[in-house]
């Protein structure tokens, strides 16, 4: 059995720089069309030359494969009209981080409060530039994302024309804001839509599964794969994939990310298969993100079949999920 | 200031076996004047040979120290009548696991039922001897506990004149169930009282802080300080220290367990002083032990110091908690 996805996105998407970007980005530039790109570089991309200068490292990152990084700037409270305006042809979303709540996260907004941002969200709303945003309180671990729903709520009812992403969802009660408000949307992680905390510390602990936001319950998980799998219109595939060094994980204290890259395409067939709902995958996959954010992308056909495929231990110096498993989809050509 | 606790006791220790034995238990010979042993050995300990062989070893273990190791059998189905009358002057409690919950519990029970129990647990009522129970459903991981309650509920209640021990609880539920059986009683652990989920997966991944059962929500560790604190008469201190070398923590797949042994006193004492509880540390660490069990330890006068420390980076091969950061008690001598 084959299916044929036409210009796959990834709406969610680290690559890192150096060495890293190196790495990764010619894996995901094989079976990707396009991708956002995240800006939490050290130290952020808060500037239009730091914008092309990333986009133009990976492209020389990715050689000739055909793939489109959407570069994002880092939020800043600073930005104005005039920044906006300058800014707008570059960028494709603007990436909102809560100070300190995940990787290279340090200088975020230390107050998400409608109010006080309210000169650059007014001018991203006019500009109709997305608002992306990493949706967590600075609470309870398993509690964070649930206490933030507010928060996007009042943004979401304050900038009615704003559209607003809630990145990588993990709970019910996001799902749930879906419904609330016609300008929030969301992207969902290909391990939110198969893993609960159970897999990240329920056996032995997994530091190759732990991630932010971290795995939730069951009746959440069910929750994402049930606007995924049906393709809800709101929704859109971000792997939230974030490489890290191996010994950047495998260790005391470990880095939060999974690497799921280049098996996203195949697991997303399986899963979707594995559910009686192949015919949604090319919607979740590129066509509600091309119309969330009015998008054309390169064209580019992704062949996958139904075939036994071991995932690779590493990639680089990077562990990839179900790394020397063997998952039943493969990546049969691309063109 | 300084405080002296009279023969405190561990009433829930795992000090393994062959070079970890030798490296662990004279730390907890040291400061405690007695200690439950544990008995998931591989093979577990179901006979009084292997009871008296494994004391032997540990007697051996500690060198000169003045500590009694009071020894437990790992539960099984098939323990009758003449087998535990014979088994009776050897051991403190019975330990009963549900199989594969934790470390080495492979050969634990199915399914924890009055009804197929019965026998043992009669006998076990009969002779006075305690049951020792790890309570987790194999549900998701947050859950597990909280499931388990029911089952203490309906042997408590099936069995009213068996002492049953709430191993290592961690949650409000099993706090609540102290009050509803009078012969449910609980140990608590240091890490319990001192972290969440939050200090194991909120920030960096924390594998020396990854236990089972897993650390709970702040309202569970609310609730484990009340009844800690207060030295409710139905608590007892029990470090459930469990030792792993360092490589089994920090790796893909990181063993269950936090080291706690050397430090547990210290640490008690400053938490106790921190709230202003002091006086109530030598009844949870040793006094409620003595009546729960029906025992006389052995005399060991520990005195405890408000005076800082610094915790070794390793003990062995085995990080404790704390490693390399320093506390503000120590131990200033024991005799």
Redesign the interface.
């Known amino acids: 059995m084959q299916l044929t996805l036409n210009s796959p996105l990834d709406m969610h998407l680290h690559l890192r720089d150096g060495e890293m970007l190196r790495t990764v980005a010619p894996l995901s530039a094989h079976s990707f069309a396009a991708a956002i790109i995240m800006p939490n570089l050290v130290p952020p991309v808060t500037t239009v030359e730091a914008v092309t200068a990333y986009k133009g490292r990976i492209l020389e990152g990715i050689g000739n494969e055909k793939f489109d990084p959407l570069m994002t700037l880092f939020f800043q409270e600073s930005y104005d009209v005039a920044f906006l305006e300058k800014a707008k042809p570059y960028i494709h979303g603007i990436k909102l981080y809560p100070a300190g709540i995940t990787t290279n996260s340090e200088g975020g907004v230390s107050t998400i409060d409608s109010a006080a941002l309210n000169m650059t969200l007014t001018a991203m709303s006019d500009l109709e530039i997305p608002l992306l945003i990493h949706g967590e309180s600075n609470g309870?671990?398993?509690d964070r994302e649930k206490e933030f729903v507010p928060v996007y709520e009042d943004l979401a009812q304050k900038f009615p024309d704003l559209k607003i992403v809630m990145e990588h969802i993990t709970t019910k009660e996001s799902v749930a804001a879906l419904e609330h408000h016609e300008n929030l949307y969301a992207t969902i992680t290909l391990h939110h839509l198969l893993i609960?905390?159970?897999e990240?510390?329920?056996g032995?602990?997994?530091?190759?599964l732990?991630c932010k936001p971290?795995a939730k319950?069951?009746e959440d998980r069910e929750a994402l794969l049930s606007v995924a799998l049906s393709a809800h219109p709101k929704v859109m595939f971000g792997s939230d994939s974030a490489p890290h060094p191996q010994y950047a994980?495998?260790?005391?204290?470990?880095?939060?990310g999974v690497f799921t890259a280049p098996i996203a395409l195949p697991v997303l067939a399986q899963l979707f298969d594995t559910h009686g709902k192949l015919d949604n995958l090319q919607t979740f996959v590129s066509d509600n993100a091309q119309r969330i954010y009015n998008y054309t992308p390169p064209q580019k056909s992704v062949v996958l079949e139904k075939k036994a495929f071991t995932v690779p231990e590493k990639y680089g110096n990077v562990?990839p999920m179900y790394a020397g498993e063997e998952i039943g989809w493969c990546i049969q050509s691309v063109s």
Chains 1, 2 share one sequence.
């Open positions: 309870f671990v398993m609960t905390l159970d990240v510390a329920g032995m602990l997994q530091p190759h732990f971290i319950r069951p994980k495998e260790n005391c204290g470990c880095a939060a562990v």
